[in-house]
């Protein structure tokens, strides 16, 4: 992306503290956006930030439960006190509480459900309407694969990610006047924290469903990222990005 379509942008990405999320908030700075950081830690989001800083970017760390619509509503009142409107919005942040359903503990349900999905109605919500009031705007759900195929023992994590398939596809159509796009990204199997503590056999299964033989790096998340949040995809909305090696067809 040119400096001068990205110039004086800003960017908020959730979930940025780590993994997918910091990749695609080392994406955007590179990319001429300031950035903020949201993650529930202070110290991994702010870690986050500080690196982007040194490498030369512009970025804020903002720690943030999302899982508190609360806590997202005051966090969106002091950006948009700090800005006039943020341009960019990805919803990236999730947790997992895996079982099968006659074991799954409600909790962990709404747990799962408030975090990864709840938590995008907030964000839109509040940073929403001031990007169409601009006419410029891009969002981007960060869903699953599974959010498609669905997957044994992750009825709540799946159900997340289709709701966000689904969220992405109707605010698609409602913000596209405005000329604000709204896209969402599934990733399939990415080398992150999560999938490192999966067991061998689990690995070799999941190896043995994706053509590509291989498992994803967070940067591969990140450029689909980038390219939605740029000028380059302005006549891009409402699609679902598969980056899974070939999984999903």
Request: proline fraction near 2%; aromatic fraction near 6%.
């Amino acid at each position: 992306m040119s400096e001068e379509n990205t110039k004086q942008k800003t960017a908020v990405v959730t979930g940025a503290g780590r993994g997918i999320g910091k990749a695609i908030a080392e994406a955007l700075a590179r990319d001429g956006m300031q950035v903020y950081c949201v993650s529930k830690s202070e110290s991994s989001c702010g870690s986050a930030a500080q690196s982007i800083c040194e490498s030369g970017g512009n970025a804020h760390s903002l720690p943030v439960d999302v899982s508190s619509g609360e806590q997202i509503r005051t966090a969106c009142e002091k950006l948009l006190t700090e800005n006039e409107c943020i341009d960019v919005l990805v919803n990236n942040a999730g947790i997992t509480h895996d079982n099968l359903l006659f074991r799954m503990e409600e909790d962990d349900w709404n747990n799962v459900l408030n975090t990864n999905l709840s938590s995008c109605f907030h964000w839109i919500k509040s940073l929403g309407r001031p990007m169409t009031r601009k006419r410029w705007g891009r969002i981007v759900n960060v869903s699953s694969v599974v959010g498609i195929s669905g997957n044994a023992g992750q009825a709540n994590y799946s159900a997340a990610k289709a709701g966000m398939i689904g969220l992405t596809k109707s605010l698609a159509r409602e913000f596209a006047a405005r000329s604000v796009t709204v896209n969402a990204v599934a990733p399939g199997f990415i080398e992150t924290d999560m999938t490192s503590g999966l067991d061998e056999r689990v690995k070799e299964v999941a190896l043995s469903q994706i053509p590509l033989k291989r498992f994803g790096q967070v940067e591969d998340i990140a450029e689909m990222t980038s390219f939605l949040c740029s000028e380059k995809a302005s006549y891009v909305t409402g699609q679902v990005f598969t980056v899974d090696g070939g999984m999903v067809m």
